[in-house]
């Protein structure tokens, strides 16, 4: 068999469109011949850096948005539903706390990392709860099955000089690859980093990598 190829996830729980990649890559992850690598990076941090700005401040682009993502949850089967209050989930708190959570995890617990990132997600993007408050957290975090006192040294880190420095590693790793937004993927192929944008880019993906896109979910039969 031929030797993994590495794809790296950049990924921000405040992104729905990074929960959307997320999950596909984690289909695939045993369908296609890679190592998946989960980079929890910080999406305000890449949009500053690239003066870029969320697509639901572009008010016809909010409108679709808010369109689309029905139709991305049945398409994907993934449970996205558009927070009540969207300004204030998604623009006004942000995910700083959360994503710091998450990195304190791939420190910590890496084998949690995925679950979290998952339960973090389905809080603010399915269930319309906070992802910013301590005991959300927690909470999410003791649902994706870590303990108690796991979870609550996780969090009492999250200020800490290494968490914040790691957190803004992966994001500066991405910004050097070339992302501008997330989710971003990073094919390592012959040797050389191949970025892909947006949770619209499997069929490419899959071409670059010499693999096959089944549709979004994988190991449901295909008429």
């Keep these: 068999m031929s030797q993994r190829r590495v794809l790296e996830l950049f990924y921000d729980v405040l992104s729905p469109y990074s929960w959307l990649g997320f999950e596909v890559l984690c289909r695939y992850k045993n369908v296609w011949n890679i190592d998946l690598q989960l980079r929890p990076g910080y999406l305000a941090g890449i949009m500053q850096a690239t003066g870029n700005s969320p697509p639901a401040m572009v008010p016809k682009r909010g409108l679709y948005m808010a369109k689309d993502i029905a139709r991305l949850s049945e398409y994907f089967q993934v449970p996205l539903k558009q927070p009540s209050d969207f300004f204030t989930s998604v623009i006004k708190k942000g995910s700083l706390a959360a994503m710091r959570f998450v990195t ?120």
């Design 104 to 223: 304190a995890i791939q420190l910590s617990h890496p084998e949690f990392v995925e679950p979290v990132s998952r339960e973090l997600w389905m809080r603010i993007w399915s269930e319309d709860k906070d992802i910013t408050e301590p005991g959300s957290i927690l909470e999410a975090a003791i649902k994706a099955g870590m303990s108690e006192d796991e979870a609550k040294k996780a969090l009492a880190s999250i200020s800490s000089p290494e968490v914040k420095n790691k957190l803004k590693e992966n994001t500066d790793i991405a910004l050097k690859y070339g992302a501008f937004g997330m989710p971003s993927f990073v094919a390592h192929i012959n040797g050389k980093p191949e970025l892909f944008f947006g949770s619209d880019r499997f069929e490419l993906l899959a071409h670059s990598l010499g693999e096959k896109w089944y549709g979004p979910i994988p190991q449901k039969p295909r008429l």
